[in-house]
């Protein structure tokens, strides 16, 4: 009986990873170069991926930056395009771009509802069409992970938290929708919700305004946070899994934390 975990299959294949400017996505496409792994980076910030790129450059793998705005499905679709073009087939996609932008359901902003919708779950399901195709296409064993969050699990009671919760139980049955149409197909591709808790990022910076996030730090104080680290650990654990092995949903909180 063995209990090694490795990511030894993954050496040398290419991984997309979005939202890879800071963050989780940022942590998971560092974990992943230095595993070995080329790592297509994705995000509207290129220049902190390519300034990411040059401190790995001495690592066992590699990191590739690729400027893209997820909002825009055209841009998405012609960014796979390159990607497949640039480095070769897709073995493993890590959905980890996400946001939530302030604003109520009942009084609120239309647009900011579009974007967030877009972002969490359009573009993740443009993502997903464009890995399994490659995928498919070279009959690759490959992974897709959804970086998903607690709120695809309970409603917060967080003023401005809007339709944020709604995209990621979307996400959920998203996830879980696609795993489905594996199975029916019979493709060797796995699939993974992964949903945290509180994290140590800029998330509630860039998503409240400056008094909002005053009174959030106030109310939450006392509570423990999780890494990013801890976070893209969770990714290199269910990509290490067996081929047999399939991890459908993990959910990662800050010990003691009541959700």
């Avoid at 230095?34 to 300034?51: P, Q, S």
């Avoid at 066992?60 to 998405?76: F, N, S, V």
């Avoid at 509630?204 to 801890?230: G, M, R, W, Y």
């Amino acid at each position: 009986m063995s209990y090694s975990l490795s990511l030894d299959r993954f050496v040398g294949k290419v991984a997309v990873v979005t939202g890879a400017s800071s963050g989780i996505g940022k942590t998971i496409v560092e974990g992943l170069v230095k595993y070995g792994v080329t790592v297509a980076g994705l995000a509207r910030r290129v220049e902190r991926i390519e300034a990411h790129a040059k401190e790995l450059a001495g690592a066992k793998g590699r990191l590739q930056p690729y400027k893209t705005d997820l909002t825009k499905k055209d841009e998405i679709i012609s960014t796979f395009d390159k990607i497949k073009k640039d480095l070769g087939p897709i073995h493993i996609l890590v959905n980890n771009a996400g946001l939530l932008l302030a604003s109520n359901i009942i009084d609120g902003d239309i647009e900011k509802w579009e974007i967030v919708l877009n972002t969490n779950v359009l573009a993740v399901s443009i993502c997903i069409r464009e890995a399994v195709a490659s995928m498919k296409a070279n009959n690759i064993k490959g992974h897709i992970i959804n970086i998903n969050s607690v709120a695809g699990h309970d409603v917060l009671d967080i003023p401005g938290i809007s339709v944020y919760p709604a995209s990621k139980f979307a996400l959920r049955a998203l996830t879980e929708s696609v795993r489905l149409e594996i199975n029916r197909e019979k493709l060797p591709i796995k699939i993974t919700s992964i949903s945290p808790g509180a994290v140590d990022t800029e998330f509630n910076q860039a998503a409240f305004p400056a008094e909002q996030l005053k009174k959030l730090a106030h109310v939450n104080s006392s509570q423990k946070l999780i890494s990013t680290e801890d976070v893209a650990d969770s990714a290199f654990y269910v990509l290490a899994t067996p081929e047999h092995v399939n991890v459908k949903e993990l959910i990662i909180v800050p010990h003691g934390a009541i959700y």
